[in-house]
């Protein structure tokens, strides 16, 4: 502090801290503060120091919307915003559930079964989204994800209603009701995905990216045609 | 190391320093005799800070001629004699370390947040246990493999979304704007006042983070060389998503270098990235790296 300092030429700089010794017991006065951080705005504050019961809401209902847009197809950009890969998740974990065991060379636990139904939907969702990407699309790559996953939604539900029908019996009419649901389904799953999809091309690639998903979902419906319980 | 156990010694030394002890009666200062912790303003800080530190105004120069006590604890070797006469002396103000009773109260609580550290850890020490022992619980592949995928969600979901948050304050996302443009946000919070004990929890999350996705990579390696090929997609959605987690909040640590999240956005993003790189430190304190406006 100046006082220190002014002592020797005291009398002329600092006439008014001339008597003011430099001996050690002179106190400094200052302030010092650590900074605080105010309070947050409240935006952050929800969102960093929720508790966790709020975020598992949050996260289950955005969920929960995304599957309503999928059964009932509207342009809307929910689906496309707040991409999540719980909805994929789950549908492929039940998809391959209830394919299990059903093929003719499958061994006792239907193990590489499970495991292959699940290479066929994560491995075909990630061609399907570098295609469009290469493509030039717009949309990136977990959002392509998040839609192609959601859309396997009726798929899910053909197939439950495959092995309800294949519960009371395994003839030409159930094969023909198995066959007139699982189309309609595939049908309601590719119009889905297209339409959130493809807005996303340049107009003369549609088709391109259309038909990779096309047949994506062919592959799918193929294998829940030819399930046969054991 | 760690800039949360970093600091706090810091920190607290400024504390320490800013502790007017000598206080003569006319001067308004902040000794924990003259004020309760009830007196004193508390601020509503979110519940993973620590408490709020204290404002102490400094110490007027008192009349000539009067003797002072020494206020500061800097240790010089001609104040050494004095200090201690004066603190020997000087009965009503003692120099006290003004950090001294939260210090101890908050390395009591080394963990302030055990239902968080347990979960962080919870879901991947099961998921491995589940897959080195999953011949011990069922002989059903598809059941191990359900009930492995699972942990591993749950795990990759709340180490993302909340331990995260609560533990060392660092949190990432991506978000998609109005244009179809994706971001990846790295956010930490910054708060000066970090408690102690959070040092305990900011290891244990650390480790947990690290030593995983390790794990994991053994896996893949002995599911390779052993071909038990069935088990492969498992072990890499479990590398996978355990590595995410590890680089999302390295990246949020090490503040977001250019390079980084160019290549990420790049490859996950669409064409046009905002090429600035935006550091915002808001009014509260949380400083966000990465290329998003803010929510």
């Keep these: ?230 | 190391m760690l800039p949360v156990g970093l600091e706090l010694p810091r920190v607290l030394g400024l504390l320490r320093a800013g502790a007017a002890p000598g206080c003569s009666g006319s001067s308004r200062c902040c000794t924990a005799r003259g004020q309760s912790p009830s007196d004193r303003p508390r601020q509503t800080l979110p519940p993973g800070a620590g408490p709020a530190p204290r404002r102490c105004p400094g110490r007027r120069i008192p009349a000539r001629g009067s003797p002072a006590p020494f206020p500061w604890r800097i240790s010089r070797p001609w104040s050494r004699g004095r200090m201690k006469q004066a603190l020997v002396d000087d009965t009503e103000d003692v120099s006290l370390d003004f950090g001294s009773e939260e210090e101890l109260a908050l390395r009591k609580a080394r963990i302030r947040h055990p239902l968080a550290t347990f979960f962080h850890l919870f879901f991947r020490v099961s998921a491995i246990v589940t897959y080195l022992f999953c011949d011990w619980f069922s002989n059903s592949f598809v059941a191990c493999f359900v009930t492995i995928l699972l942990l591993l969600s749950f795990d990759f979901w709340s180490v993302k979304n909340v331990t995260g948050r609560l533990l060392v304050g660092l949190r990432w996302w991506n978000q998609i704007d109005e244009d179809g443009k994706s971001h990846w946000v790295f956010e930490a919070k910054r708060v000066p006042t970090i408690a102690a004990s959070t040092e305990a929890e900011a290891r244990i999350f650390w480790l947990g983070l690290i030593i995983c996705p390790v794990i994991w990579t053994l896996f893949l390696f002995s599911t390779l060389f052993s071909l038990k090929l069935k088990w492969l997609a498992l072990v890499i959605a479990g590398i996978s998503l355990q590595t995410a987690n590890l680089y999302g909040y390295i990246h949020c640590k090490l503040g977001g270098q250019k390079t980084i999240s160019r290549v990420t956005s790049r490859l996950f993003g669409t064409a046009d990235v905002p090429q600035r790189q935006s550091r915002r430190i808001s009014e509260d304190g949380t400083e966000e790296h990465g290329k998003a406006v803010p929510r």
């Design chain 1, 1 to 230: 502090m100046a006082a220190v300092e002014g002592s020797g030429a005291g009398g002329t700089l600092f006439p008014g801290l001339a008597d003011v010794s430099i001996s050690q017991d002179i106190p400094v006065e200052g302030e010092i503060t650590v900074p605080v951080g105010s309070h947050s705005p409240d935006e952050d504050y929800s969102t960093l120091d929720e508790p966790v019961r709020d975020t598992i809401m949050r996260d289950l209902k955005a969920v929960g919307k995304k599957f309503v847009h999928v059964m009932y197809p509207r342009k809307s950009s929910a689906l496309l915003r707040d991409w999540d890969l719980w909805g994929p998740l789950v549908l492929c974990v039940s998809l391959a559930l209830m394919l299990q065991g059903g093929s003719a060379d499958s061994k006792d636990d239907g193990g590489p079964q499970f495991a292959e139904v699940f290479v066929i939907i994560w491995f075909g969702a990630v061609v399907i989204t570098l295609n469009s990407k290469l493509l030039g699309g717009t949309i990136s790559f977990f959002q392509s994800l998040c839609v192609l996953g959601y859309c396997v939604l009726p798929l899910t539900v053909a197939m439950l209603v495959c092995r309800l029908v294949l519960l009371a019996g395994a003839g030409t009419i159930s094969f023909i009701i198995r066959l007139i649901v699982v189309v309609a389904m595939f049908g309601w799953s590719t119009l889905a995905s297209t339409a959130f999809l493809a807005d996303s091309q340049p107009p003369n690639r549609k088709a391109l990216v259309v038909y990779p998903i096309f047949l994506f979902y062919f592959v799918i419906s193929w294998m829940i045609l030819t399930f046969t319980p054991q």
